[in-house]
């Protein structure tokens, strides 16, 4: 026998008017995950950028400049269009999120503390990205790769805290990072070895 929908909602109501609090955290959520993600696809594509400009060095002048022009307009799209924004909007949601912890547990205290991490190597992106703008290249692309890599190191540092949470041995997650960094560095290593061969 179908059930009257007046009947449902109305037995429903108390039940449906709890859960609404509960979905918009969710889509906060949501948002927030949305703007990670943009934001370390941001943070890993603009050192790219730096790396590929700073490798125009060796070229002829010709075509040193046409490339470094160009690579100057991405990075400006990139970083202004992209990066900033979803920095801030993460930031916004990101606080709007803890807003809503009535006491902060201690795994998102650590995650925090990544977060502010995070936010100086944006800083630090921000300043190459300036100097690079004005076409001076203060690192080499060896030390650019290197560079790019801690935004992994954060990434995977910040995704297992979340996850994890509570369960999460700090033991076993600074091993993990430490064995996580010493694989990106010995890859990095293979990869100079390869391209100079």
Same mark, same amino acid.
């Given at each position: 026998?179908?059930?009257?929908?007046?009947?449902?909602?109305?037995?429903?109501?108390?039940?449906? &008017?709890?859960?609404?609090?509960?979905?918009?955290?969710?889509?906060?959520?949501?948002? &927030?995950?949305?703007?990670?993600?943009? +934001?370390?696809?941001?943070?890993?594509?603009? /050192?790219?950028?730096?790396?590929?400009?700073?490798?125009?060095?060796?070229?002829?002048?010709?075509?040193?400049?046409?490339?470094?022009?160009?690579?100057?307009?991405?990075?400006?799209?990139?970083?202004?269009?992209?990066? +900033?924004?979803?920095?801030?909007?993460?930031? %916004?949601?990101?606080?709007?999120?803890? %807003?809503?912890?009535?006491? /902060?547990?201690?795994?998102? +205290?650590?995650?925090?503390?990544?977060?502010?991490?995070?936010?100086?190597?944006?800083? /630090?992106? &921000?300043?190459?990205? %300036?100097?690079?703008?004005?076409?001076?290249?203060s690192l080499n692309s060896n030390q650019l790769r290197l560079f790019n890599e801690v935004a992994t190191i954060f990434l995977f540092a910040i995704v297992f805290l979340v996850v994890l949470k509570e369960t999460y041995s700090w033991l076993y997650g600074l091993l993990s990072i430490a064995i996580l960094?010493? /694989? %990106?560095?010995?890859?990095?290593?293979?990869?100079?070895?390869?391209?100079?061969?």
């Open positions: 026998m179908p059930l009257n929908r007046k009947v449902f909602l109305k037995q429903n109501s108390l039940f449906l &008017h709890h859960q609404k609090p509960f979905v918009a955290l969710l889509y906060l959520k949501s948002f &927030h995950i949305i703007f990670v993600v943009t +934001w370390f696809a941001g943070l890993f594509y603009i /050192v790219r950028l730096f790396v590929y400009f700073s490798e125009t060095l060796s070229l002829p002048d010709v075509e040193k400049h046409i490339l470094q022009k160009q690579y100057q307009l991405m990075q400006r799209r990139l970083w202004y269009g992209i990066a +900033w924004p979803s920095a801030v909007i993460t930031l %916004l949601l990101g606080i709007s999120l803890v %807003l809503q912890y009535g006491i /902060v547990p201690s795994w998102l +205290w650590v995650k925090l503390g990544f977060v502010v991490f995070l936010y100086a190597y944006h800083i /630090v992106c &921000h300043l190459l990205f %300036l100097q690079q703008q004005k076409g001076i290249i960094t010493a /694989v %990106l560095l010995l890859a990095i290593y293979t990869y100079k070895k390869i391209r100079t061969q």
